[in-house]
């Protein structure tokens, strides 16, 4: 009995040391927002993605223009037109969240654009990237060809820099 005590003991101490520790809710909350934002901007949802916004913040106030140029681009880009990919998702990936306050620093490690493309390889930019902010594919809808790829480009213009600003306003977090 002290050796099956012993071993669950040690066990549980293991298994303790591999979990992370470091789930933080408001990580995710912001790691959504970020989300969203990048997808809203994606699909043409303007309202979605202004609200968003922390209101008269620097973001909020460059927001027509900057949805002007970012829809440009989504339709003059081959990667984001219907015909080389389709279902595109904007994700980032995390490396940090400085908290302070009602405010939040957050240093990004990838920001990318997923999706179904055909001929992946022959896309000279963006680049693919190895670790996809959406590591699994959603279910294939009937419209795609069984030769497409899930593929996740670094993206550079949905959010345009790496460290990110963003504020709780009541009860959610919002890009500054």
């Given at each position: 009995?002290?050796?099956?005590?012993?071993?669950?003991v040690?066990?549980?101490?293991?298994?303790?040391?591999?979990?992370?520790g470091?789930?933080?809710?408001?990580k995710?909350?912001?790691?959504a927002?970020l989300?969203r934002?990048?997808?809203?901007?994606?699909?043409?949802n303007?309202?979605l993605?202004k609200?968003?916004?922390v209101?008269?913040?620097?973001?909020?106030?460059?927001?027509?223009?900057?949805?002007?140029i970012?829809q440009n681009?989504?339709?003059?880009?081959?990667?984001y037109?219907?015909?080389?990919?389709s279902l595109?998702l904007?994700?980032?990936?995390?490396d940090t969240?400085?908290?302070?306050?009602?405010?939040?620093?957050?240093?990004l490690?990838?920001r990318?654009?997923?999706g179904?493309?055909?001929?992946a390889?022959?896309i000279?930019?963006?680049?693919p990237?190895?670790e996809?902010?959406y590591?699994?594919a959603p279910s294939?809808?009937?419209n795609?060809s069984?030769?497409s790829q899930?593929?996740?480009?670094?993206?550079f213009?949905?959010i345009?820099?790496?460290?990110?600003?963003v504020?709780?306003?009541?009860?959610?977090?919002?890009?500054?």
């Amino acid at each position: 009995m002290k050796k099956l005590f012993l071993l669950l003991v040690v066990l549980v101490i293991f298994l303790a040391g591999c979990s992370s520790g470091s789930f933080d809710p408001r990580k995710e909350e912001i790691r959504a927002l970020l989300n969203r934002y990048g997808n809203a901007l994606i699909v043409g949802n303007y309202e979605l993605a202004k609200s968003c916004l922390v209101p008269s913040g620097p973001r909020d106030d460059n927001f027509d223009l900057t949805f002007q140029i970012i829809q440009n681009i989504m339709n003059a880009e081959p990667q984001y037109l219907q015909g080389v990919c389709s279902l595109p998702l904007f994700g980032v990936v995390i490396d940090t969240v400085q908290f302070q306050g009602d405010w939040a620093e957050v240093k990004l490690k990838s920001r990318q654009v997923c999706g179904f493309c055909e001929n992946a390889w022959v896309i000279p930019y963006p680049v693919p990237v190895p670790e996809y902010a959406y590591p699994n594919a959603p279910s294939v809808p009937q419209n795609v060809s069984p030769f497409s790829q899930w593929t996740c480009f670094e993206n550079f213009f949905l959010i345009d820099t790496d460290t990110v600003l963003v504020k709780k306003v009541g009860d959610e977090w919002l890009l500054y």
